[in-house]
C-alpha cells in the first residue's frame, strides 16, 4: 500500500532537515517530489547556486537517489525555463523505480507533469528483501548455517528460478543460524565518528549521484575518477580516527597502571 502525504514547509531549512530526520528514523521507503527551488548542474541547470547543497546535505540523511534525467525543464513561466521539481527515493526504493520522464501533457500550470512507475512489491519473487529479512551477524552458528545449505538441493529451471531457489536456501539458513536484527534500533555513532568524517561522508554521496548520473555519457570517466577520490579520503579519515581514539585508549590505560 502506497501512502501520499503533501506538505508545505514555506521552504524553512529546519523544516527540511525534521522531515528527513524523521524519515531516516523510521527507515520506510519514500520518494519525495517537490518544487525544490534549487539549481545545481547535478540535476541539468546551467549552475549551480547556494541553496541546492544544502538541500543534498539534508538529503544525504536518507541516502536518497535523484530521479531527474536529461535537461527537460520542468517549469516554464514568463520568465523562462528551469529544472526546480525534483524526485527523490530512498536507495531502498530506487531498484523498483521502472520509469521517470516529464510529460509534455498541458498541466494548467507553469509547471510540467513528472510520470514515473515503482514496482508493486507484492509483484516481486523476495520483495524488499533487505527491509524484511535482517539478521545479527555477531549470534551466527557456522555449523548450522552449512548445514542447511548442505543438505539442500536446487531443482534445474530457468536462471531466474534457479535464482529464487537460491535465495530461498540461503534465507532459510539465516533463520536457522542467526537471530533477527532489530530494523528499528536506533544507531548510535560509532566511537571514531567525527565532523570532518560527516562532511566528507556528504561529499562522497554528492561524487557518487554524479557519477550515477553520468553513466554512459562523455564525463563519465571524470566523475568516476571523482567518486574514487572522495572514497579514498573517507577511508584515511576513518582510519585516521580509529588509530586517534586507539591510541587515546591506550595512553589511559597506561595512565591508570
Avoid at 524523521?22 to 547556494?50: H, K, M, Q, Y
Avoid at 520522464?101 to 510520470?115: F, L, N, R
Avoid at 515503482?118 to 551466527?140: F, H, K, V, Y
Avoid at 554528492?206 to 555519457?217: D, K, P, T, V
Wanted: proline share 3%; net charge positive.
Amino acid at each position: 500500500m502506497m501512502r501520499i502525504l503533501r506538505l508545505n514547509l514555506n521552504h524553512c531549512e529546519t523544516a527540511q532537515d525534521l522531515l528527513c530526520d524523521t524519515i531516516s528514523r523510521l527507515r520506510i521507503d519514500v520518494a519525495i517530489l517537490w518544487d525544490f527551488n534549487a539549481w545545481s548542474t547535478e540535476w541539468g541547470c546551467r549552475a549551480t547556486r547556494p541553496r541546492a547543497p544544502i538541500l543534498l546535505d539534508s538529503l544525504a540523511l536518507l541516502d536518497a537517489v535523484l530521479l531527474n534525467t536529461g535537461v527537460v525543464p520542468t517549469f516554464n513561466g514568463r520568465q523562462g525555463s528551469s529544472v526546480v521539481d525534483l524526485t527523490f527515493v530512498s536507495e531502498s526504493l530506487a531498484p523498483r523505480v521502472l520509469s521517470w520522464t516529464v510529460s509534455g501533457s498541458y498541466t494548467h500550470s507553469d509547471h510540467q507533469a513528472i510520470v514515473f512507475g515503482i514496482e508493486d512489491a507484492g509483484t516481486s519473487t523476495r520483495p524488499s528483501m533487505r527491509q524484511s529479512c535482517r539478521w545479527n551477524a555477531r549470534t551466527l552458528d557456522a555449523d548450522r548455517f552449512f548445514a542447511v545449505v548442505s543438505g539442500a538441493s536446487i531443482a534445474p529451471g530457468t536462471a531466474e528460478d534457479m535464482a529464487s531457489s537460491l535465495m530461498d536456501v540461503i534465507i532459510d539458513a539465516c533463520d536457522a543460524s542467526m537471530t533477527k536484527a532489530n530494523p528499528r534500533r536506533r544507531r548510535e555513532p560509532v566511537y571514531w565518528w567525527t565532523a570532518e568524517i560527516a562532511d566528507l561522508r556528504l561529499s562522497c554521496l554528492r561524487a557518487r549521484r554524479l557519477f550515477q548520473r553520468s553513466l554512459g555519457r562523455q564525463d563519465e570517466e571524470a566523475h568516476s575518477a571523482n567518486y574514487a577520490s572522495a572514497r579514498r579520503l573517507l577511508r584515511t579519515a576513518i582510519k585516521t580516527s580509529k588509530r586517534r581514539c586507539w591510541r587515546q585508549l591506550y595512553d589511559e590505560v597506561d595512565s591508570d597502571i
